[in-house]
């Protein structure tokens, strides 16, 4: 068996095709959709990540405004940019690029950001939404990806298991939520580092998510055969190459020949997520519109 590759370059490219219509029926109403990326710090992934959001941005007619804060600032100037760009009619959305230096709190920034304009999905009232299972609005972007990915490649979820490998708040637990929420339906255990006898629990999956960050973690003896594995992953692993190092994912590439689809890295849910932050951007620029 050689698993169905699920391409995220290519589904995400059909979705910037769907968003072009709405961003030109925004811009005949007069209205410019307008995304804000604060970057603290020199952080060099997250200039990149930046940078993919900027060309997004410019592929769909969004306007980008990037502000960059030296990571020696102090936390109220964070604070203060946030309060700023919410006050700001001409943003529409609003994200604050992870991580953060050391000492600055996250969480507690997120939750400054209006909730119309959380175009990460991650403020405490677009969560709470989701656990209420409302998927109309700001759904996290690397979660709502996946599902689009499994959508693609026609699994049923009604009834069939489905791991999710790792517990954070930006992948992992709405992850599960999505996975299980009524009309998907899905039966969904949340494994974690004090998970015991992960790769048995593996075995009995129909749907394997791995976003736990340990680079080729899932081997093929833990998949079933004819599972679908989603690996969200992305890890820097060191070597003698030009750049230093190269990227591998949370799943091992012989899973590939036992899966009966896998995602890539890259180009799997990277693109993916950056497809669901124009989504967000500009649902959240439709919302703030809304007569």
């Not at 710090?41 to 007619?61: I, N, Q, T």
């Not at 009604?158 to 996975?179: D, E, N, Y």
């Not at 190459?241 to 591998?248: A, N, P, V, W």
């Amino acid at each position: 068996m050689v698993a169905t590759v699920i391409d995220g370059r290519e589904i995400a490219r059909g979705i910037e095709d769907d968003l072009r219509i709405r961003v030109e029926s925004l811009l005949h109403s007069g209205v410019t959709p307008c995304l804000a990326v604060v970057i603290v710090g020199d952080d060099p992934a997250s200039h990149v990540y930046v940078r993919a959001k900027e060309r997004a941005c410019a592929r769909l007619g969004i306007n980008s405004v990037r502000v960059d804060i030296p990571s020696d600032a102090e936390y109220e100037e964070v604070v203060t940019v946030v309060r700023r760009l919410n006050q700001d009619p001409e943003v529409n959305g609003i994200l604050v690029q992870s991580p953060l230096p050391d000492g600055m709190d996250e969480i507690a920034i997120t939750d400054l950001i209006d909730p119309n304009k959380d175009v990460d999905g991650f403020h405490a009232q677009n969560l709470g939404r989701l656990v209420q299972g409302d998927t109309s609005g700001l759904l996290p972007c690397t979660p709502a990806g996946v599902m689009r990915m499994l959508e693609s490649v026609d699994v049923d979820l009604r009834g069939k298991r489905a791991v999710v490998i790792g517990r954070s708040r930006i992948v992992g637990m709405p992850q599960s939520i999505l996975l299980s929420q009524r009309g998907v339906d899905a039966t969904v255990t949340i494994a974690h580092s004090r998970t015991i006898d992960m790769a048995s629990l593996c075995r009995g999956a129909d749907v394997i998510i791995a976003a736990v960050g340990i680079s080729n973690m899932v081997r093929s003896d833990w998949v079933k055969p004819g599972s679908t594995v989603i690996d969200v992953g992305v890890n820097r692993v060191n070597d003698d190459s030009e750049k230093g190092y190269h990227l591998t994912g949370d799943v091992h590439p012989e899973v590939g020949a036992v899966a009966g689809a896998l995602s890539p890295v890259p180009g799997g849910v990277g693109p993916m997520t950056i497809a669901m932050l124009m989504t967000n951007t500009i649902r959240a620029t439709e919302i703030q519109h809304e007569t």
